[in-house]
């Protein structure tokens, strides 16, 4: 029996695909979206071989094609009679220093994981607010990042903007406590994945995908309103970034 359904963004790589691994573990049917189907596809071979009992659905997914997005989440929502999870994950790390001439690439950093998270949340909450009317709960989960709590310097800027941008976006519906709805904001540390795999191997506080993954999987699973992940070392972390100096902050990323 499924312990329910997950729609999740971005699952072809890094965290969106680890989390795939370990909702499937937990029992959970997933609806997977991600633009490189064939990796989806080798992903969904690997799940069902280990819980041939496990259902999952593929949808190929650009998330910055609004339409795309709007009609992938109905489908997928269509076909699996509801959704009780959907996990706005895919994003991008694109970046560099404002004034460089890279306006190309925050641009796309920022219509990537701002604008479509929009898109995704609107198409999410839609979903959620036409099922909480015969009685059935939603859980809209937004991935953020640690470098949201503060303004964060040359190539993270843009992308901690959007990050930034996400967690109030998600906030904003807790604020509205919209009936039957919960909203979570995650906000992983350093975990070792596709987007940052061409960071230093030895970055400070950097653990392996799996071990990260789990500690987001935990927090969601719970349904925290807001958990900073894996929560050793970010949860003093992300406490004292709110109040530090910049020149302080400065040397912890």
Request: a positive charge; glycine letters at 8%.
């Amino acid at each position: 029996m499924s312990k329910g359904t997950i729609l999740i963004t971005g699952a072809s790589s890094g965290l969106g695909e680890e989390m795939a691994r370990q909702f499937a573990d937990l029992g959970y049917d997933l609806g997977l979206c991600a633009r490189r189907t064939d990796r989806l596809e080798a992903l969904r071979e690997e799940i069902t071989a280990a819980h041939p009992e496990r259902r999952v659905e593929l949808k190929a997914l650009d998330v910055t094609d609004d339409d795309a997005v709007f009609s992938v989440f109905k489908e997928l929502a269509a076909d699996f009679a509801g959704l009780d999870r959907v996990i706005i994950n895919a994003g991008l790390g694109k970046g560099a220093p404002l004034g460089t001439g890279r306006y190309d690439a925050n641009r796309q950093t920022a219509m990537t994981n701002f604008v479509a998270a929009l898109a995704q949340s609107e198409a999410a909450m839609e979903i959620f607010r036409e099922q909480a009317a015969s009685g059935r709960r939603g859980h809209l989960v937004m991935i953020s990042s640690m470098s949201a709590l503060r303004g964060m310097r040359k190539t993270l800027t843009t992308y901690a903007a959007t990050k930034a941008g996400v967690a109030a976006l998600a906030e904003g519906l807790q604020n509205e406590r919209v009936k039957g709805v919960d909203v979570s904001i995650v906000y992983p540390g350093y975990i070792r994945s596709e987007m940052n795999e061409q960071v230093a191997q030895k970055t400070r506080f950097m653990v392996d995908t799996t071990t990260g993954v789990k500690a987001m999987v935990e927090a969601i699973e719970r349904r925290k309103a807001k958990a900073y992940v894996p929560a050793w070392p970010w949860v003093p972390i992300g406490a004292a970034m709110k109040h530090l100096p910049l020149s302080v902050v400065r040397k912890l990323t």
